[in-house]
């Protein structure tokens, strides 16, 4: 329904006005009345009295009606006056007032009306003025009270911010409640780098930075780790991140007092570089040994002891070819050494044989079928590896080889030798080429790097064991083993949330638990992306184009200004100088900067999982709207309209812009008609709005969109 302009001054009157609706009431009740009177006796006239009445009628007509018309003049006037000064003030005070005490408390009511609301006016004028004054003390208290605890945060806030390692703490959902600065800018891609996965911020899910299934088993390994000993239980693994960069990660659980997992610390370490490193000195040392061996070669051929000459002389070349045979020997000492040192910095942890063989028995049957037979000869043995990474090496292995050889059954016995772990995996049916086993070294598993490359994170041998005809029908791979007295554990023990740390207590963890059925959610409660657009016009179907989009989000109850998103975007048209007026954004401005094609993707990743909220929002959506075609993308998001919300909490206030509503409950804009500021904006209206919202009854979403539609304004079409 498409109302005319005008009847939209009349129309807020004619839909939320109780005194108006009672007077046409009351008028119809009134002229029924009269009429049936006026019926009963008529029928009681005789032809005689009807006849002079109907010459009185026909004579004196136009005085009757203008005597009629101009009653209903007077009436009219007077319930407009009664209106003004009496039913439509008294309907503001109540309104007004409840801003006062909800959400603004230096609003004052300006209302002009009869002395008697005059008078009301003022006494609550001076009761606000006692109400600010207590609530300005009260707050000084309590900032006085917390200025301690604030010392402490600001001082928690820095150490964390300096930290050496990126942190990220999370509730047991995997929804992040609080990160460092190096965290974001391990996450932070180059420029250029859009994904879902940029996005960090308080209240998104984790599991858009790190592989859910990698996150899991962290989790695994610690409550089984629980189950054993309550100290020493964290998880360290490394992991490629969507930067291109590889991380070292200590999971870290967060308990309750009684020793349930609440959520979970994220400790981590750009270890690229060290990586890098490691394979350049891997390369260099594997190009020496070549070299001092093609050397060696040499020398043996030059000192060959057949050759005829004095017997001091075959003496000589005798010892010295034993030492040049001892070089190669020593290369390896010297090499494993500097290897060893290198790798230092891969968080190998210590984890028992049994176990590891026993989850890797399980996870291979129930994610691809496939039955190992295991053969352990000693069960108090230790692995030293990354075992996520080296149980998804297995894995690997495991259903790869299962294809080959064309069956679900595998033979993997396991023993130590000396300091190292011999895994012997063999099987039943047909021989491999050598060549065809050693192709699988370098496919990449999953998410993780090349099987070659995981087996030397976790510093780990591959053997293929051939007949004379280069056929195999087992394979070895030589990890490390850990010493049953282990030396030095290098995790930190588990936070206790109950307990109070000398430093600081920091309570994140006191949130409900997540909750997709948005509907029925409490309004408090909902994560919000509140958003605007500048555009070339008015006009979505007429060609106008959105030029700007910028939004920030509310989390708990709180603006998180840190998570914004703003883009200009290249119109691919021109700029009127009418927009150009309001926005201050030109065509040099935007041109060459990213099309509504790029940018809607990225903005519809922002905003997953999150309600939209904005000002006259119905607009910006039909902007999306004309766009769906060409991108591909639709926003299915629920939303609100903090224009809608205003008209149906003050239906007696003629304006709803955001200007007006703002002067009302006491908001100053910063940057109006800039998206980021009109976003920012209307993200401190909402808030304002909505203890007003729950004193009338708007709970949940679903009440906030039922009552909206109820808002003349949701009318109203673009």
């Not at 009436?75 to 407009?80: E, K, M």
């Not at 065509?587 to 903005?603: N, R």
Request: hydrophobic content about 40%.
């Amino acid at each position: 329904m498409i109302l005319p302009e005008f009847f939209l001054p009349f129309y807020p009157m004619m839909q939320t006005n109780r005194f108006w609706k009672f007077v046409f009431l009351t008028l119809i009740a009134t002229f029924l009345i009269i009429a049936g009177i006026i019926f009963f006796l008529w029928q009681k006239l005789t032809v005689d009295e009807i006849h002079a009445l109907s010459d009185i009628a026909v004579k004196d007509g136009s005085y009757l009606t203008s005597l009629v018309f101009f009653f209903a003049f007077v009436a009219f006037v007077s319930l407009q006056i009664i209106y003004l000064t009496y039913v439509k003030p008294l309907k503001k005070i109540c309104s007004e007032a409840e801003v006062i005490y909800s959400t603004n408390p230096s609003h004052r009511i300006k209302i002009t009306g009869n002395r008697d609301v005059s008078r009301l006016s003022a006494v609550i004028n001076d009761f606000a003025d006692m109400f600010e004054n207590l609530n300005r003390t009260i707050t000084e208290q309590i900032l006085n009270a917390r200025k301690e605890t604030e010392k402490e945060r600001n001082l928690l806030a820095a150490i964390m911010s300096e930290l050496p390692q990126g942190v990220i703490i999370c509730n047991i959902n995997g929804r992040i409640l609080l990160f460092n600065s190096l965290a974001k800018k391990i996450f932070t891609p180059n420029p250029g780098q859009r994904k879902s996965e940029i996005f960090l911020g308080l209240g998104r899910s984790v599991f858009h930075l790190f592989d859910k299934a990698l996150i899991a088993h962290a989790m695994e390994e610690i409550e089984s780790r629980l189950g054993i000993s309550g100290q020493n239980v964290a998880s360290s693994f490394i992991t490629p991140i969507h930067t291109d960069r590889l991380i070292s990660v200590d999971a870290i659980p967060v308990l309750d007092p009684e020793k349930n997992i609440t959520g979970f610390i994220l400790a981590f370490l750009d270890v690229t570089d060290d990586i890098n490193l490691y394979d350049i000195t891997h390369e260099k040392l594997i190009s020496l040994k070549n070299s001092i061996a093609s050397q060696v070669e040499q020398a043996k051929d030059l000192l060959n002891p057949h050759c005829p000459g004095p017997h001091d002389t075959l003496l000589i070349q005798e010892e010295m070819i034993k030492a040049l045979d001892l070089w190669p020997r020593q290369y390896e000492e010297v090499s494993e050494a500097l290897l060893e040192a290198i790798s230092t910095r891969l968080p190998l942890t210590r984890h028992p044989l049994k176990d590891f063989l026993s989850g890797l028995k399980q996870k291979t049957e129930d994610l691809y079928g496939i039955h190992l037979k295991l053969s352990l000869t000693d069960e108090e043995s230790y692995l030293l590896a990354d075992t996520y990474s080296f149980t998804s090496a297995f894995i690997f292995l495991f259903q790869n080889l299962s294809k080959m050889v064309r069956n679900t059954e595998l033979n993997l016995c396991s023993y130590k030798n000396k300091n190292f772990i011999i895994f012997e995996i063999s099987w039943d049916s047909f021989f491999l080429s050598k060549h065809r086993i050693e192709n699988l070294m370098q496919k990449r598993i999953n998410s993780l790097p090349s099987l070659f490359y995981v087996l030397k994170q976790n510093k780990a041998s591959f053997e293929i064991i051939c007949d004379k005809d280069g056929h195999s029908s087992r394979i070895n791979i030589i990890a490390n083993a850990g010493s049953k007295t282990h030396i030095k554990e290098k995790h930190q023990a588990p936070v206790i949330t109950g307990s109070r740390p000398e430093f600081y207590d920091l309570d994140l963890f006191n949130m409900d638990e997540e909750n997709n059925d948005f509907f029925n959610t409490d309004l408090k409660h909902i994560t919000y992306t509140v958003f605007d657009t500048e555009t070339t016009g008015l006009n979505p179907d007429g060609g106008d184009e959105i030029i700007s989009l910028a939004a920030v989000r509310i989390v708990n109850n709180r603006i998180v200004y840190q998570d914004i998103f703003e883009e200009l975007v290249d119109p691919k048209r021109d700029i009127p100088m009418e927009s150009y007026r309001i926005h201050g954004i030109n065509y040099e401005m935007v041109s060459g900067k990213k099309d509504i094609h790029t940018i809607l993707p990225v903005f519809k990743d922002y905003a997953a999982e999150t309600v939209l909220l904005g000002h006259n929002i119905a607009f910006d959506m039909k902007m999306f709207k004309v766009k769906e075609k060409t991108t591909g993308i639709r926003i299915l998001n629920p939303v609100l309209d903090t224009l809608l919300l205003s008209a149906i909490l003050h239906p007696v206030y003629a304006c709803h812009d955001m200007e007006s509503i703002a002067g009302r409950l006491g908001v100053n804009i910063i940057g109006r008609h800039t998206a980021l500021g009109d976003a920012i904006a209307s993200a401190e209206i909402f808030l304002k709005l909505l203890p007003l919202l729950n004193s009338n009854g708007v709970l949940t979403l679903r009440d906030a969109i039922k009552a909206s539609k109820k808002s003349y304004y949701a009318r109203l079409k673009y």
